[in-house]
């Protein structure tokens, strides 16, 4: 992993750019690879969660088996196309 500090920065904990495996890395989080994403602990979309990523086996409000990565838009999970 190798992360970029801000140039006033002088704790090393505030970072531009985050790379794994990436030596500058081009944007905030820039991977080279794959990424996992795992099924949350509940079905709950809050407000808090938007943006979050999550990987469901089964249709959070159908339970039918999907095997796919949905979206928090804030409200309900959609999705991810």
Known sequence: MRAVPKESNTSGLDFDAVGIDISNPA????IAGGLKVGTP?????????????AFF????YTLAVVNTVY???????????
Do not use: I, M, R, V
């Open 27 to 30: 944007t905030k989080l820039d």
């Open 41 to 53: 602990s509940s079905t709950a979309c809050l407000a808090d969660q938007k943006g979050t990523l």
């Open 57 to 60: 086996e089964k249709d959070p």
């Open 71 to 81: 979206l928090c838009n804030g409200t309900k999970w959609e999705t991810f196309k």
